[in-house]
């Protein structure tokens, strides 16, 4: 605490009373006159970080008396700003500390959330816009005013703001004219921008090329607000050099801060230019250009602020995202299936901040079936995707494209991905609708037949699904497709699914699901609906499953592999037990789902195993919904299936010490192993109803 207070003294003014009091109590951290209340059973990093953040409100909203209902960033902000220093400096560390204001400032820009930081504290539309912009961009107020006006001239102004405006409740206006006459800059276009506007920065190095004996290099303004530029040239010799190009609208230029740098000052960038152009001599040749090399500015996309372009590729490491570069990560993969053979190839992925510019790239060789191994059955199985935010469709959209070749079957496609609340992330209940255009063909035998063959022929398509979850209990989704077989066939579908989750028990979650569907007549047995399972599409949509699956017929015929899925009627889908399910056009489901997790501490092993105990109805059919719907209550072929069983869950995918390898593989994700036993199937043929059957379940979890 002395410490704490002797560090503010020093950089912000005289603390000016003979006591200060920290106390247990409150719900977290709050500030009071000469004391704060603080609640216990803390970390060492926490009680000192959230002591000193109160402690700082003694200078802002304590000694300047700043007004926290219409100017709250002048106080949290600067106190998160001050208390970020104060706490890295009492821990003696190094780094960039106020990367975390910066991470909330761009995720608050990212979900369209961002509100004026003028707005009055109480009149935020989300308590997110309102705490984000009060202590995450008022720090970044200052740290960038270090940018734009030099470190030691912003250190200045903190003294003089204190002497000045102590006790007198200042403004925003009067802290930027303290800051006006300590650097001797025009600052009240920086209060406008960053103050009363949500607008942003990005500043890109738009092209490099030599010219003669000079390097001509070409800036952009890809942003709405305007900013100084420091430039950082790295030479082929490691020798390096500033280029720093005035704002003309500041009327001057910031002090050095780098003395032992190089520094050249170029001629100012007019305000109202996209472009800006200049020159670096070539004789030492250039290897590295960065915009910011300090990282101070706030600019929502770093990776156009070097050249050349800034990408991090590491070899069987998790993929982390970072603000200032492109990461990507890589690995080898082998895998066996019985009819692909041997496929042997990599598998990368790649990601901005947030997910944004994510590419996935898989390839693989395949030998084909090793029985009758020929080189000219060698081959090439891919996955190629991009996803990135869609602007065009505003805030909380992203657009994808895909091309896959997976198991000799071949699919392409292209679509866009709408949240469609306004709060995006922070609403109760989010809603999705997302649409696509695809084209799908068998190329190659190269699959196990997943119950049936796959038929050949090319599809062509759209397909739209809306998706409404509470994120908690309700989910509801209909899928659309509309789409032609072999260009003369309808392969038309409309797919309702809803569930809801009951609790009535902490340890006990009950689900009640419903599915509904119906497709053309003529549609393709991959896209039809038994109700045991997934339809053959879906499946191979499903790569763990597929993957698994493929290794050999084996698994289905003996070991009773199927599909995980939250449909109690997965028995039916069982290998010679005369299952009366079929691939039909039309299907619909129900089933209760009851799961006890007996665990509840998630550091045991056990916490991630589940009981079961399940049952449901529903019938799949052929021809037209209706006209040819079956008769359920009869005995003869038409009759409703209904199952009663239980079961042994495991999520292995949740298990924190393989975190570090299932970021890695898909296999890992969301990868749980179910062990099943319907002991009621009713309608078999030849065989008993009331009989002990196992299913081994593989894939994600329910």
């Not at 003294?9 to 704060?36: A, L, N, R």
């Not at 998790?318 to 990507?328: D, E, G, V």
């Not at 299952?579 to 665990?599: E, K």
């Not at 994700?669 to 059957?693: A, C, F, T």
Request: with cysteine; glycine share 8%; charged share 20%.
């Amino acid at each position: 605490m002395v410490k704490a207070i002797e560090y503010y003294d020093d950089h912000y003014g005289k603390y000016p009373y003979k006591q200060f009091s920290v106390i247990q109590g409150g719900d977290g951290g709050m500030e009071y006159p000469m004391c704060t209340l603080m609640t216990g059973w803390r970390s060492l990093g926490s009680l000192v970080g959230t002591m000193a953040h109160e402690l700082a409100h003694q200078w802002f909203y304590g000694m300047m008396g700043s007004n926290e209902t219409c100017y709250a960033w002048m106080d949290e902000g600067f106190a998160t700003y001050s208390s970020t220093y104060a706490t890295q400096h009492l821990f003696n560390k190094k780094g960039f500390a106020v990367g975390g204001s910066y991470y909330n400032y761009m995720f608050l820009h990212q979900q369209g959330l961002e509100e004026p930081m003028i707005t009055p504290a109480d009149h935020y539309q989300t308590n997110t816009a309102y705490e984000l912009a009060s202590y995450s961009k008022g720090s970044l107020f200052l740290e960038q005013l270090g940018y734009l006006i030099g470190q030691q001239n912003l250190d200045r102004i903190f003294k003089q703001y204190y002497a000045k405006w102590r006790y007198r409740h200042p403004s925003p206006n009067d802290f930027i004219r303290v800051s006006e006459k300590v650097s001797g800059l025009e600052l009240d276009w920086y209060r406008q921008y960053w103050i009363n506007s949500t607008k942003t920065i990005d500043y890109a190095i738009d092209y490099v090329k030599a010219v003669g004996d000079s390097v001509r290099v070409t800036l952009k303004n890809d942003g709405s607000m305007m900013m100084p530029l420091d430039i950082l040239v790295t030479y082929n010799d490691g020798s390096q050099e500033f280029y720093y190009v005035p704002l003309r609208i500041m009327l001057g230029s910031k002090p050095d801060e780098f003395p032992y740098i190089p520094r050249d000052i170029l001629p100012d960038w007019p305000w109202v230019n996209p472009t800006y152009t200049f020159t670096i001599p070539k004789y030492r040749g250039v290897r590295r250009i960065d915009i910011d090399p300090t990282m101070r500015m706030a600019d929502v996309n770093r990776m156009n602020n070097t050249w050349p372009f800034p990408l991090n590729v590491s070899f069987m490491k998790p993929l982390a995202p970072t603000w200032t570069q492109y990461n990507a990560t890589w690995r080898p993969a082998v895998w066996y299936g019985q009819k692909s053979g041997i496929r042997l190839g990599a598998v990368a992925e790649g990601t901005y901040l947030f997910g944004n510019k994510h590419m996935n790239a898989n390839f693989f060789l395949t030998s084909g079936a090793l029985k009758s191994y020929n080189t000219q059955n060698l081959d090439v199985d891919y996955n190629l995707n991009y996803e990135d935010v869609a602007p065009f469709l505003g805030y909380n959209a992203k657009w994808d494209v895909g091309l896959k070749r997976y198991y000799g079957i071949f699919q392409e496609q292209i679509g866009i991905r709408k949240e469609l609340d306004r709060y995006g992330v922070l609403s109760p209940a989010q809603q999705y609708l997302a649409i696509n255009l695809f084209h799908q063909a068998k190329t190659a035998d190269r699959m196990v037949n997943l119950y049936q063959p796959w038929q050949r022929g090319s599809t062509l398509g759209i397909r739209a699904v809306y998706t409404y979850s509470d994120n908690h209990d309700d989910h509801f989704s209909v899928a659309a497709q509309a789409a032609s077989f072999k260009g003369r066939y309808g392969a038309n579908s409309l797919q309702m699914n809803a569930s809801k989750i009951l609790h009535p028990d902490k340890k006990i979650n009950t689900v009640l699901s419903f599915n509904l569907f119906s497709g053309s007549r003529s549609l393709p047995i991959q896209f039809r609906q038994p109700v045991s399972r997934a339809s053959l599409d879906q499946l191979w949509h499903d790569p763990t499953f597929t993957a698994v699956y493929n290794i050999d017929s084996w698994l289905g015929e003996k070991a009773h592999l199927l599909p995980a899925s939250g449909n109690a009627l997965m028995g039916y889908g069982l290998q010679g037990i005369g299952s009366p399910d079929i691939s039909g056009n039309n299907a619909f489901s129900l089933s209760v789902w009851n799961t006890w997790t007996p665990i509840q501490d998630r550091k045991n092993a056990l916490h991630y195993a589940s009981l079961e105990l399940f049952g449901g109805i529903g019938k799949s059919w052929n021809n037209r919904f209706f006209n040819n719907f079956p008769d359920l209550l009869s005995n003869g072929k038409g009759a409703l299936l209904a199952t009663i069983g239980g079961g042994v869950f495991y999520d292995i995918g949740e298990i924190p010490k393989l975190e570090k390898w299932s970021a890695q593989s898909r296999l890992l994700q969301n990868l749980s192993i179910q062990l099943r036993m319907p002991v009621y199937l009713k309608g078999l043929q030849n065989h008993n109803d009331w009989e002990p059957r196992f299913v081994l379940g593989i894939s994600k979890g329910l």
